[in-house]
């Protein structure tokens, strides 16, 4: 029987621009045999829940460059179990400090790529850790 | 440069050499497997004037300060004056900008360059939902005129250049600065600076857009015709290549691009009825340096040759400043790891001594925990020393133009040269700039080269130090420079007084006439200026104008 394809939504919240990292994974993500939703910029915790749950995503990836993903990922993982959706692995990545990378965790970000992260890893985490339905 | 019977013998030497000397080491060691520039130009192992046979010098090269300007705009170039240390910085308050800027002053700086937060330049008021977690992250928070005279505090205009990294609320942010200009006593005519102002990249790359690419390419228009008239020595526009590089452009797609953007503003000027020896000389740019100091170099001067045939051919320009690339520069943010961060020091010195030898004009240098956070006041200073090492000390700043006649370098420009004129040519073919961008297609072109480059540091084939080679164990780094969400409650309140204060009925008929004059063909600049002094933010001038003319949303282009 065919596996099911992973479905991941990439996404970027907050004004940051700076999207080379999610196209470029979104590309990746694709190539590995994932169906992959890009949002686009500028989308908020609220916008980026409602495309998961559209798309009865398995994941969701949200990079972010702006110094916002304090704010932003916790938010979205918040929204995702307020709509049942606690099963979604969540992963992040962008500039991100080290040091904030217990906290998140232990929000329930499952893990988050700094620059310099070979797109295999990324993708090995994802196929290791997705949940099935 | 050589005779033919000078050539024929270089060839043949060279030959001679390749079939013997070179084939008898080949047979001992292999090379390496990468043998290109870090952009991917395929790389011989020996230059000689046979690569380089149609060079002529007269009509490629010729001199310093003349046509076709590849060895710089200037006659003497640094041996009179060095660039413009130019540090972008922005972080918090605009009173915590204006203390980091009389810092840098005070270190021998010799140009301001504004870094807006997020909300400005998407023209947002701090206390917008949009804004939440971005106020003060990556810049300074001003919403309005009264930001505008903190962020200047003691900063005399008429003195200092100021850079502004604003693109499509451009014309807002322009008009605060020249009212604070004017409160201040200085006249305009001796306010100079530089506002980014180029929209079309926003779309391309760098995603602060507001409007949809016609109503606001007529705003960057705008402003260049208002400045032409008001403020003569200003930097009208800032047409960037650096985000497309830093999205992944190859050196040669950096510098087509950004032409080609280029050549879609001199187009919207030439139809606004402004002469192109009014405009042209304001025009300005601004590129990206690589660690690969000779494919840099040969970059910059491919670009500046580039620009000034098309002033002259293309656009008839008559005034040789017309025809003169004028550049800005920041070492490549992209470049610098996260791994090892004191190796991004290295970076930054061989990405300065790329651009000193490439003839700029003003320079960022990035500092070297910037893969980290904001940079630190130590990391900044370090950077801004950087520069002054290489301007002081290298010997690079001493000649003009030292790198010329290098057989490699010469065969890298014409090669650089003739890659960014297909690209135009093929752009030409598609309708123009503004087409290929809404087909995607430039978009498309720098995601591949993205793409193609981090397959090659994933397999190893290209080594990035600390990366995918010569990786250790290190501690995180901490003393991290934070911004404090207070900031962004702190503002909103600020922002809700500053609103209850103003005088409401001059405040509502200034937005009013500059809703009317912005559904005309009337430039809008005296309009915005009045509005900003009756207190009206960012976010209600750009609001008028979402209003009138729509929003941008984009098409999303994987490749």
């Given at each position: 029987m065919a596996e099911k394809k992973i479905k991941i939504i990439v996404a970027k919240p907050g004004l940051d621009g700076h999207d080379r990292g999610a196209k470029l994974l979104s590309r990746i993500f694709a190539e590995a045999g994932m169906e992959v939703v890009y949002t686009g910029l500028r989308q908020t915790p609220e916008m980026i829940v409602e495309a998961a749950l559209q798309e009865d995503a398995d994941v969701v990836g949200l990079s972010s460059l702006s110094g916002v993903h304090n704010y932003f990922f916790p938010k979205v993982v918040e929204l995702l179990k307020a709509k049942k959706l606690g099963n979604v692995l969540v992963v992040g990545g962008g500039i991100i400090p080290l040091e904030d990378i217990p906290t998140l965790k232990k929000l329930g970000i499952a893990e988050i790529f700094g620059p310099g992260t070979s797109t295999d890893t990324i993708v090995g985490f994802i196929k290791a850790n997705v949940k099935s339905k | 440069?050589?005779?033919?019977?000078?050539?024929?013998?270089?060839?043949?030497?060279?030959?001679?050499?390749?079939?013997?000397?070179?084939?008898?080491?080949?047979?001992?060691?292999?090379?390496?497997?990468?043998?290109?520039?870090?952009?991917?130009?395929?790389?011989?192992?020996?230059?000689?004037?046979?690569?380089?046979?149609?060079?002529?010098?007269?009509s490629k090269l010729g001199y310093p300060g003349e046509y076709p300007y590849t060895r710089g705009v200037q006659p003497n170039m640094f041996r009179g004056r060095f660039w413009t240390m130019r540090q972008y910085a922005g972080f918090g308050s605009a009173k915590e900008t204006n203390a980091r800027y009389r810092y840098l002053l005070g270190q021998g700086q010799t140009g301001l360059s504004v870094a807006f937060h997020l909300p400005t330049q998407a023209g947002y008021d701090?206390?917008?939902?949009?804004?939440?977690?971005?106020?003060?992250k990556v810049g300074?928070?001003?919403?309005?005129?009264?930001?505008?005279?903190?962020?200047?505090?003691?900063?005399?205009?008429?003195?200092?250049?100021?850079?502004?990294?604003?693109?499509?609320?451009?014309?807002?942010?322009?008009?605060?600065?020249?009212?604070?200009?004017?409160?201040?006593?200085?006249?305009?005519?001796?306010?100079?600076?530089?506002?980014?102002?180029?929209?079309?990249?926003?779309?391309?790359?760098?995603?602060?857009?507001i409007y949809p690419p016609k109503p606001t390419m007529r705003l960057t228009v705008d402003l260049i015709e208002f400045c032409q008239k008001n403020v003569p020595t200003w930097n009208t526009?800032?047409?960037?290549?650096?985000?497309?590089?830093?999205?992944?452009?190859?050196?040669?797609?950096?510098?087509?691009?950004?032409?080609?953007?280029?050549?879609?503003?001199?187009?919207?000027?030439?139809?606004?009825?402004?002469?192109?020896?009014?405009?042209?000389?304001?025009?300005?740019?601004?590129?990206?340096?690589?660690?690969?100091?000779?494919?840099?170099v040969a970059k910059f001067r491919a670009a500046r040759r580039v620009?000034?045939?098309?002033?002259?051919?293309?656009?008839?320009?008559?005034?040789?400043?017309?025809?003169?690339?004028?550049?800005?520069?920041?070492?490549?943010?992209?470049?610098?790891?996260?791994?090892?961060p004191l190796n991004n020091i290295v970076r930054v010195?061989?990405?300065?001594?790329?651009?000193?030898?490439?003839?700029?004009?003003?320079?960022?240098t990035n500092s070297y925990d910037e893969a980290l956070c904001l940079p630190t006041q130590g990391a900044v200073t370090v950077a801004l020393r950087t520069q002054q090492i290489v301007a002081e000390e290298s010997g690079a700043c001493v000649t003009v133009d030292p790198l010329a006649g290098s057989y490699y370098v010469e065969y890298l420009t014409?090669?650089?040269?003739?890659?960014?004129?297909?690209?135009?040519?093929?752009?030409?073919?598609?309708?123009?700039?503004?087409?290929?961008?809404?087909?995607?297609?430039?978009?498309?072109?720098?995601?591949?080269?993205?793409?193609?480059?981090?397959?090659?540091?994933?397999?190893?084939?290209?080594?990035?130090?600390?990366?995918?080679?010569?990786?250790?164990?290190?501690?995180?780094?901490?003393?991290?420079?934070?911004?404090?969400m207070k900031v962004g409650e702190e503002k909103a309140a600020e922002l809700k007084q500053w609103r209850a204060k103003r005088d409401k009925a001059a405040w509502q008929k200034a937005l009013d006439k500059l809703r009317e004059v912005s559904k005309t063909d009337a430039n809008v600049m005296p309009t915005v200026i009045e509005a900003v002094k009756a207190g009206a933010t960012v976010g209600e001038v750009c609001d008028v104008w979402r209003e009138i003319f729509g929003q941008y949303r984009p098409k999303e282009f994987i490749s």
């Open positions: - | 440069m050589f005779s033919e019977k000078d050539l024929e013998k270089i060839k043949a030497g060279k030959k001679k050499w390749s079939e013997v000397t070179l084939a008898k080491t080949l047979s001992k060691a292999p090379e390496k497997k990468v043998k290109t520039t870090w952009s991917g130009i395929p790389v011989e192992t020996l230059y000689t004037p046979a690569e380089i046979a149609g060079l002529d010098y007269e701090s206390d917008h939902p949009l804004s939440m977690g971005e106020v003060g300074a928070a001003i919403d309005h005129i009264g930001d505008m005279r903190i962020l200047f505090d003691q900063i005399p205009l008429d003195k200092v250049t100021t850079s502004m990294t604003v693109n499509a609320a451009a014309t807002v942010l322009l008009a605060m600065y020249l009212s604070v200009a004017s409160e201040q006593g200085a006249s305009w005519d001796k306010v100079g600076g530089t506002i980014q102002n180029d929209v079309l990249k926003e779309i391309i790359c760098r995603g602060q857009y526009i800032s047409i960037s290549g650096y985000h497309i590089r830093e999205s992944g452009s190859t050196a040669a797609q950096e510098i087509a691009f950004t032409i080609a953007d280029g050549i879609a503003y001199a187009e919207a000027c030439a139809a606004r009825g402004i002469p192109v020896d009014s405009f042209a000389p304001r025009l300005s740019f601004f590129f990206n340096a690589f660690t690969d100091v000779l494919e840099e620009w000034a045939k098309i002033m002259k051919d293309r656009f008839k320009a008559k005034d040789p400043r017309s025809m003169m690339l004028r550049y800005h520069v920041q070492t490549g943010g992209v470049t610098l790891t996260a791994q090892q010195a061989l990405q300065t001594l790329a651009t000193v030898l490439g003839g700029n004009q003003s320079l960022h014409d090669k650089i040269e003739a890659e960014v004129e297909d690209y135009i040519k093929k752009i030409d073919a598609m309708g123009g700039t503004l087409t290929a961008i809404e087909q995607g297609y430039i978009q498309k072109e720098i995601q591949n080269s993205a793409y193609l480059f981090q397959k090659s540091i994933d397999s190893g084939e290209r080594a990035y130090v600390g990366v995918n080679k010569y990786i250790m164990e290190e501690p995180p780094v901490t003393d991290l420079l934070r911004v404090d």
